[in-house]
T-cell receptor, first 114, second 114 residues
Framework: DTAVSQTPKYLVTQMGNDKSIKCEQN?????MYWYKQDSKKFLKIMFS???????INETVPNRFSPKSPDKAHLNLHINSLELGDSAVYFC?????????????FGPGTRLLVL | DQQVKQNSPSLSVQEGRISILNCDYT??????FLWYKKYPAEGPTFLIS?????DKNEDGRFTVFLNKSAKHLSLHIVPSQPGDSAVYFC?????????????FGKGTKLSVIP
């Protein structure tokens, strides 16, 4: 019974390609997030969606586009992949998005751009 | 610009002893703090949190201490167990718009030696 799942777990691709990472949560949460953990190990928020609406969009290149078909899913599409996009991407969710709520993280997707 | 700093990348402790993980922050507007624990190949999991109106919060073997004047918090684990071996992330948030946005430190890898 995986609460927050991500596919794929590993993704190796060439520069310039377009790829998508999928995230699904079965917790009934209203808010979902995408984080990036770079080579320096910092976990940084990229996007947050609440009930299918974007509420955070950090300074992320517009090659990154989140898509939320319903509140249980928040997919991340990346166009024209660059070497610097290599990182671990974590999806997370929380009930309504308040800070007192625990954020539940997925297992991560390890992206390597060659 | 690291607003949340975990200056010790790693820590080794004998089983049964106390583990103390430290975290410093620079943004005095942060008023809610969390600790997450991460095992390899998994996403972070919530451990314990503390609001700035408190200076201590305890949950079983885990206690978080907050020193607002020093902008410092620490996580105490006692007694430490081998299963506590993981990377521990400190995170902070501020009130108001974007309050669900967490700023993470780089993590401290704890190794508990049997």
């Amino acid at each position: 019974d995986t609460a927050v799942s991500q596919t794929p777990k590993y993704l190796v691709t060439q520069m310039g390609n377009d790829k998508s990472i999928k995230c699904e949560q079965n917790l009934g949460h209203d808010t979902m997030y995408w984080y990036k953990q770079d080579s320096k190990k910092f976990l940084k928020i990229m996007f947050s969606y609440n009930n299918k609406e974007l509420i955070i969009n950090e300074t992320v290149p517009n090659r990154f586009s989140p898509k939320s078909p319903d509140k249980a899913h928040l997919n991340l599409h990346i166009n024209s992949l660059e070497l610097g996009d290599s990182a671990v991407y974590f999806c997370a969710s929380s009930p309504t998005g308040t800070r007192e709520e625990t954020q539940y993280f997925g297992p991560g997707t390890r992206l390597l751009v060659l | 610009d690291q607003q949340v700093k975990q200056n010790s990348p790693s820590l080794s402790v004998q089983e049964g002893r106390i583990s103390i993980l430290n975290c410093d922050y620079t943004n005095s507007m942060f008023d809610y703090f969390l600790w997450y624990k991460k095992y390899p190949a998994e996403g972070p999991t919530f451990l314990i949190s503390i609001s700035s109106i408190k200076d201590k919060n305890e949950d079983g073997r885990f206690t978080v201490f907050l020193n607002k004047s020093a902008k410092h918090l620490s996580l105490h684990i006692v007694p430490s167990q081998p299963g506590d071996s993981a990377v521990y992330f400190c995170a902070a948030s501020l009130s108001g718009a974007g309050s669900y946005q967490l700023t993470f430190g780089k993590g401290t890898k704890l190794s508990v030696i049997p």
